[in-house]
């Protein structure tokens, strides 16, 4: 069975940093592309980061420089680190995962996700 679960996620002040991370079972994270959503209410989910088997990864615009995606293959996880946090960086984060080599910015294109951690910044 694959499980997908985010921890890390808490209330933190605006310009403060979190680290999130997506531990799975079920299926190997090295072999797969794995990428961060986010949805705040009354949002659709958006695209954060993502990592590719071969270690590159992709950012949003918006989080390009403030955020960084990494994986330990050992401990079958990725990670976020996000520093300079604003408020508008409040959402549901998620991890996901999809078959294949190739990431995607599209959350219909991932065929596993979490259950979701709450980040909020406040101003």
């Known amino acids: 069975q694959v499980q997908l679960e985010e921890y890390g996620g808490g209330l933190v002040q605006a310009g403060g940093s979190l680290r999130l991370s997506c531990q799975g079972s079920?299926?190997?994270?090295?072999?797969?592309?794995i990428a961060w959503f986010r949805q705040a209410p009354g949002n659709e989910r958006e695209f954060v980061a993502a990592?590719?088997?071969?270690?590159?990864?992709n950012y949003s615009d918006d989080m390009r420089g403030r955020f960084t995606i990494s994986r330990d293959i050992v401990r079958n996880a990725v990670y976020l680190q996000m520093y300079g946090l604003k408020p508008e960086d409040t959402a549901v984060y998620y991890c996901a995962a999809r078959y294949g080599d190739l990431w995607s910015t599209k959350w219909f294109e991932y065929d596993y996700w979490g259950q979701g951690t709450q980040v909020t910044v406040s101003s």
């Open positions: 990592i590719r088997s071969d270690e590159s990864t």
């Open positions: 079920g299926l190997t994270f090295g072999n797969l592309p």
